[in-house]
């Protein structure tokens, strides 16, 4: 039986759009950088995961970022860049069904866990989930900047686990990179990826087809 849901939080519970991104993407096109949304989130994710990691510092991460889109910059053009960087990046958007998602796994009794590999603080991502309405259903929120392992280590998992008070065999976690369903795998954990590529135990289309798969078990 199915105790608890792990969710991944970015490009799964909320994502970013040109929307979101407008002030970034407006200061790189005043300054002659024409680059979407998509174009910036693939940039940002190349070097993300040695940013958990401690592999690299944020402003190292952020010049690779730059480096990524080609962009060439001294001193100042990247000072200010980070500053509407770290001003902006937070703001998000709800994905689709993911308020009806959370409130119907809640209403079956089951616990709900976000586990993010990032460099802010838990305290950020619960505010982050009250400004798209989804606290009120969280139990736990677990990030690598405070345990000090990203997603593709079992000991994430295990610090998800022990904070939710149940076992492996008790949980499924929902998210969308390969790197995340092996460490899932290697800390005994069923896992659902709504992409083929990474490779899941099971693959759905979206996150409100979890739903069904938890009754199954």
Do not use: P
Not at 55 to 71: A, V
Request: glycine residues 6%.
């Amino acid at each position: 039986m199915i105790k608890a849901v792990i969710f991944d939080a970015g490009d799964l519970v909320y994502y970013r759009d040109d929307e979101t991104l407008k002030l970034i993407l407006d200061f790189l096109m005043e300054r002659g950088h024409k680059v979407s949304a998509k174009q910036f989130i693939k940039a940002y994710d190349e070097y993300a995961l040695q940013l958990y990691k401690n592999d690299i510092s944020k402003d190292e991460h952020l010049k690779k970022t730059l480096e990524y889109l080609k962009i060439e910059f001294d001193g100042n053009f990247f000072n200010e860049f980070a500053a509407v960087f770290r001003q902006n990046f937070s703001n998000i958007k709800i994905k689709e069904n993911a308020h009806s998602t959370f409130e119907k796994i809640k209403s079956l009794g089951i616990k709900i866990g976000i586990l993010t590999d990032t460099a802010t603080t838990e305290e950020k991502k619960w505010e982050w989930f009250k400004k798209i309405g989804l606290a009120q259903f969280v139990d736990v929120i677990v990030c690598s900047s405070v345990t000090g392992y990203t997603k593709d280590r079992k000991e994430s998992y295990e610090a998800m686990l022990k904070k939710l008070n149940v076992k492996s065999f008790e949980a499924i976690f929902v998210g969308h990179k390969e790197y995340e369903m092996r460490g899932a795998k290697l800390a005994g954990i069923k896992s659902a990826c709504i992409e083929k590529s990474a490779k899941g135990d099971h693959y759905i289309k979206d996150i409100s087809e979890i739903i069904g798969l938890v009754k199954k078990y």
